[in-house]
């Protein structure tokens, strides 16, 4: 008798457990599916009824064909250039075999880059700009922190330049890059420099601002210690500034590279840097009816890389982070 | 060279710039202080006690006056005048044992590896904190962590060492493990110690001489006091002793009659005419 009341317990038990599990689950998974599930019905919905001059606005199915045609394409340009490649490499051989002093030469494949390269580009650009702003913004930063005489002279000039658009560097930007980078056998690209600069401009603030603050809010006590064990100034800021103010440097960092990514696109378009941002004034000047599927893939995926940035910026911070505590989101 | 007295403070004065004008937190500390000594400086919060700290670890500098050891005026902070800070202050990205052999590594140049690994064991032994060496301070009790705190201290080799309310943030208990491991520390090294402190019942017990101050502004030493108890002190057996609590009633007295605080009517009265007055300044 006993045995059998306990039996039916253990299943109530069980499936009150499953159903706290059933509601974790529905909160973890469900609620952003049902968020994405709403936001693509509306898109499709809107879409529809939005006729612009280069034809309909695309919803979903257009976009999703025009990722597969740029998938396809990228795949049909990359076999064009290994036969191209071959090509040479074949040619090349055969000169060398005719005649033994040639010196053969390799061109480069001259095609159109891909969704792919452009992207690859587009990642490449930014962390350039985004890591000569950074070597630039922490030491400055550290500086402004430690001493308040070069926060003061120094915080004026934050103030004024934080706001300004990458558009409105960018021409002054590229004018300058043109008379100082001049070189017969060019290592990099002008529009490349150019965007890169432009990146480094606008996103190196919240660096230069979350590491000044970072720093002045080191604990006084540190600080005492620091000066009982007579460290001298660069053992002060390597053995107690630098690790007290990761967090705020990292947080600094963070936002950085997220205002780098967005002003990257902005200045692609413009310098005609071969990234995602002339990928979209390409297509937009191209007008074809493909034209805004194809936009709206590469809005897509600038939202994507957006966010999986974010995402190794965060983990970068908590492996760094020596209070494994503190809630970092 | 032997000196008479390991430390002495001359008529030091300090004043603090305020925008109403110079405040004078100190005037007229003498204070002379042997090798090997156990002082306790005990006073109002706000009485300069900790000025006084500062002033010895050179945190502070003298506006009139001095601070001399061993013949050495004290014009800036140093390893040979170690502190212990009031909330242990360890550096909260390295464990206990690198905590302690940052400061080795500074001060006790000259040591090989093999010597340094074995100083800062050495001094995690003294503090009863082997067994936590690879613990990160936010792994570890607040009196754990000024167990390090102390330990670091102690690794630098101080000719004094010096503690800001040391026991101040740690409940009843430990405070009283604290104590006893600090006692025996220093009937161990001899040192020469000066701590802070709030706690009457700890400056009689720990302490050779208790410097009680007088309130601030303007404050100065008000009476030293010199316990004659005999060491290995036993805080049961001190209890019932009538020598303990004489002295633990010279010390009530001096604070809570002679130097009375009323602090409702100071604010009271500042609060009536609030001109004129010097800015109040935070130094205990």
Sequence with gaps: MSKQAAIPMITEKEASFDLVKLTGWLKTIMLPVIGLVVFIGLWNVLAKNIDTSLGQFPGTTAVWQQAKVLVDEHYTQQSKAEAFYERQHKRNAERVAKDPNYQPKIRAFTGAPTFFQQIWTSLYTVMVGFVMASLFAVPLGILCGLSKSSYAAINPLIQLFKPISPLAWLPLVTMVVSAVYVSDDPMFAKSFITSAATVALCCLWPTLINTAVGVSSIDKDLINVSKVLRLNPIQHVIKIVMPSSIPAIFTGLRLSLGIGWMVLIAAEMLAQNPGLGKFVWDEFQNGSSESLARIMVAVLTIGIIGFILDRLMLQLQKWVSWDKSATLR | ?284
């Excluded at chain 2, 002495?8 to 500390?29: C, N, R, S, Y």
């Excluded at chain 2, 001399?68 to 550096?91: M, T």
Aim: proline share 5%; with cysteine; net charge neutral.
């Design chain 2, 1 to 284: 060279m032997t000196f008479k007295h390991q430390l002495e403070l001359t008529q030091v004065a300090i004043d603090f710039p305020t925008p109403k004008g110079p405040f004078t937190a100190l005037t007229d500390v003498n204070l002379k202080i042997q090798k090997g000594e156990f002082i306790s400086l005990i006073g109002h919060s706000g009485c300069g006690k900790s000025t006084v700290l500062n002033l010895i670890a050179g945190l502070y500098q003298a506006t009139t006056g001095g601070v001399i050891l061993e013949g050495q005026e004290v014009n800036e902070p140093g390893p040979e005048r170690a502190v212990v800070f009031q909330n242990h202050s360890l550096l909260p990205w390295l464990s206990a044992y690198k905590n302690v052999e940052l400061a080795v590594k500074q001060t006790q140049t000259g040591r090989s590896k093999k010597e340094i690994k074995d100083w800062v064991e050495h001094n995690l032994e003294l503090v009863h904190m082997s067994h936590a060496a690879d613990k990160l301070p936010s792994e570890i009790s607040g009196g754990m962590k000024q167990r390090v705190g102390i330990a670091r201290a102690l690794a630098m080799e101080p000719k004094v060492l010096l503690m800001d309310e040391p026991f101040g943030a740690l409940d009843a208990l430990t405070r009283a493990h604290l104590q006893d491991s600090v006692m025996e520390i220093h009937s161990q090294l001899g040192n020469t110690v000066i701590m802070i402190t709030h706690d009457v019942d700890e400056a009689v017990l720990l302490s050779d001489r208790i410097v009680m101050m007088t309130n601030g502004p303007s404050a100065t030493i008000g009476e030293i006091l010199s316990i004659d108890l005999e060491r290995p002190r036993n805080r049961i057996e001190l209890a019932d002793n009538p020598q303990y609590n004489h002295y633990r009633h010279e010390v009530l007295k001096f604070l809570y009659e002679k130097q009375r605080k009323v602090e409702s009517v100071d604010s009271h009265r500042k609060s009536k005419s609030a001109k004129g007055q010097p800015g109040s300044l935070k130094t205990g």
